[in-house]
């Protein structure tokens, strides 16, 4: 599988972007490999900034992960080196800005517009989903995994019936050339649920959402939560 859509240039904007690796399709910005020690440590303190704890320690192990990858050989770029972190348009504290940071199984887009900020497009994966670093075993996107888990445990075989579709999703949904296009909500809609499935329900969504910064995080969780009810539950995969 590649990595992640990314920008392909400034001058494009939106409106052209692509998924294969960053060996077929360059990202635009600069990759960390080719930073001095000084220069890589200043863009990982930039985005540890933007983003919460959590998040900052979720980009790590994906990135963690792409190293024994790499390291066993592959015929398309991944690694640590090759993660590439733009900045579009000027940093300011009034006018709105974007940082854009990715690699295999990752990419992050995030634009600060003064206090508020978004994460959109966002995609993370990992490959391994398990590998071992200094003597410990490290379970990449374990809380996805873990909160989607135990909601699904814990609805009604009547609600599962609802949530699973009868088909099984293998690749993207929406990606490179379908802008524009929506996807039809389908599965067990939020407002069918108990007030601890809910709960779940919101766990599970947190797991995106708090990737960014607490203080962006709290206002997109804010506006989630108040619009819940509309908010539909879908799997697509093994039940166990």
Not at 84 to 91: D, K, R
Not at 147 to 162: C, P, R, S, V, W
């Amino acid at each position: 599988m590649g990595p992640p859509g990314g920008f392909i240039g400034e001058q494009y904007g939106q409106a052209v972007w692509s998924n294969y690796p960053a060996s077929d399709v360059l990202r635009p910005g600069l990759q960390l490999g080719a930073l001095t020690a000084p220069q890589r440590a200043a863009a990982m303190l930039l985005l540890r900034t933007v983003l919460s704890p959590m998040g900052y320690q979720k980009v790590l192990e994906i990135m963690g992960s792409d190293q024994p990858l790499t390291d066993a050989g592959t015929n398309f770029a991944s690694g640590e080196a090759v993660y590439t972190i733009g900045v579009f348009g000027e940093p300011s504290a009034t006018k709105p800005w974007m940082l854009e940071f990715g690699g295999h199984h990752l990419a992050l887009n995030i634009v600060i517009a003064g206090a508020d900020g978004t994460m959109t497009p966002t995609l993370t994966g990992a490959q391994p989903s398990v590998y071992t670093h200094g003597g410990k075993t490290i379970r990449v996107l374990a809380q996805e995994n873990d909160t989607a888990f135990a909601l699904l445990d814990a609805l009604t075989e009547k609600q599962k019936k609802q949530v699973v579709p009868n088909y099984e999703v293998r690749d993207l949904v929406l990606g490179p050339g379908q802008a524009g296009k929506q996807i039809q909500p389908e599965g067990l809609k939020a407002s069918e649920m108990d007030a601890k499935q809910r709960i779940m329900l919101l766990n599970v969504i947190s797991q995106w959402a708090d990737i960014v910064n607490d203080a962006y995080a709290k206002t997109r969780m804010a506006e989630i939560e108040a619009d819940l009810n509309e908010t539909y539950f879908a799997w697509s995969g093994p039940l166990a």
